[in-house]
């Protein structure tokens, strides 16, 4: 589970609770230490409501104004807990948590990380996920790896925990709330020791290549993989395949369709297989066309910037580059106002808007040649 600390103050809505009413739940350190019998403070305005936790460490607040902005605060053991600020609902109510400082178990924590290193291993613990969200041209995946250090001192692995993403994956980064001990070099992620005692939070985000709806990639972890879950996006016809999922299912969080799926033990450097087919794609073909006439422009403005001409060919040749100026500005005008409508997305739209502006650079160039080029003889004699 992610650390409550993380999720303390966030207000989330709840459509199934009364209009108008707030729940603060107030624990210290984890989910299972409620503080019962606590004062939380619940601020709208210059006006104060102070409601006492119950038996499972919860203060309801009801009756409050929709449109309103409210604020949780308590004070436990002279640490103040306070919310974000936020709406109250006139559809559904508010939930949050307030989370304090378990100092006993940070007090733990201290002593044990002063300990000296010892020789072990770690596992990465059945909290573990791959999260999946596909786009136009690139599925973005994430893994969330919680490394477990079951020993009250810190760890130094035998072997260097180390390991490469996918070849085909871009943009490879270690993401915000990673412990500092995890560093990317291009696709090669290295976490350097020694592990503290308990959980060691690495999340990497890296983009793998759709060709032409489908995505498929293997990875191998350096320690045992003791459980793991895949939660996937889904749109269209998405389908999950895996030969180490053992169960999956399709269902919808908090109104976004999913497929998640749940795998067993995965021993240190058995790689994990993932196919996910079914995703919507553009063709490439348009593109591919495209690109070859820029090219066939390209050189057919070079072989005519080379060779002699006279006098009435050069003259069709601007009148001819003139044309193609004009029509090559009046669609980009149009691109442009088929964008600004959104009749048209974002990458088509750069892709295409760079195609017309190559083209009319080389019109351009063309256009330039023309006019810095010497005159015929014939005409020179006669200017003469």
């Known amino acids: 589970m992610p650390d409550p600390k993380q999720m303390s103050g966030i207000p989330r809505p709840d459509g199934q609770m009364t209009p108008g009413t707030v729940t603060v739940r107030l624990i210290r350190g984890d989910l299972s230490n409620n503080i019962t019998g606590h004062p ?3 601020h709208i305005g210059d006006k104060v409501q102070t409601v006492k936790t119950d038996d499972q460490g919860r203060a309801e607040f009801t009756g409050l104004t929709p449109g309103t902005t409210a604020t949780a605060v308590a004070e436990v053991d002279g640490e103040r807990l306070e919310s974000q600020a936020f709406p109250i ?5 508010i939930r949050l948590m307030l989370v304090a400082t378990d100092k006993e178990k940070e007090r733990q924590k201290a002593e044990e990380a002063k300990l000296p290193a010892i020789t072990g291993q770690v596992v990465i613990g059945g909290d573990s996920r791959i999260v999946m969200e596909a786009g136009e041209e690139t599925m973005s995946v994430f893994y969330i790896l919680e490394i477990m250090n079951t020993a009250r001192a810190p760890v130094n692995t035998t072997a260097p925990f180390v390991f490469d993403v996918p070849k085909a994956a871009v943009s490879t980064t ?13 696709n090669h992620i290295r976490v350097g020791g020694p592990f503290p005692s308990g959980k060691t939070t690495v999340q990497i985000g890296m983009d ?19 459980s793991f879950a895949v939660i996937a996006k889904k749109v269209g016809d998405m389908k999950v395949s895996s030969p180490q999922i053992a169960q999956q299912q399709d269902t919808a969080v908090e109104g976004t369709p999913v497929i998640i799926g749940a795998g067993g033990t995965l021993p240190a450097g058995q790689p994990f297989s ?8 553009h063709s490439s073909t348009p593109r591919r066309i495209a690109l070859t006439l820029a090219a066939v422009i390209a050189v057919a403005g070079v072989w005519a910037s080379t060779r002699r001409s006279d006098p009435s060919s050069q003259a069709n040749e601007r009148k ?6 004009e029509k090559l500005f009046q669609e980009l005008v149009r691109l442009e106002h088929d964008q600004r409508r959104g ?5 088509r739209f ?28 014939g005409r020179a004699g006669l200017a003469a």
């Open 40 to 42: 939380v403070e619940l």
């Open 89 to 93: 609902q006139a559809q559904g109510g």
């Open 174 to 186: 270690i993401l915000q709330g990673s412990s500092p001990l995890a560093t990317s070099t291009g």
């Open 208 to 226: 793998l290549p759709l060709s032409d709806g489908r995505v498929d990639f293997q990875q191998a972890f350096p320690a045992t993989l003791e």
């Open 274 to 281: 993932l196919s996910v087919t079914g995703l919507p794609h």
């Open 320 to 325: 001819r580059l003139l044309a193609r100026r």
């Open 343 to 347: 009749r048209v997305d974002g990458r």
């Open 350 to 377: 750069a892709a295409r808007r760079e195609e017309l502006l190559a083209s009319l650079e080389q019109v351009y160039s063309a256009l330039d040649s023309d006019e810095t080029s010497p005159e015929p003889t």
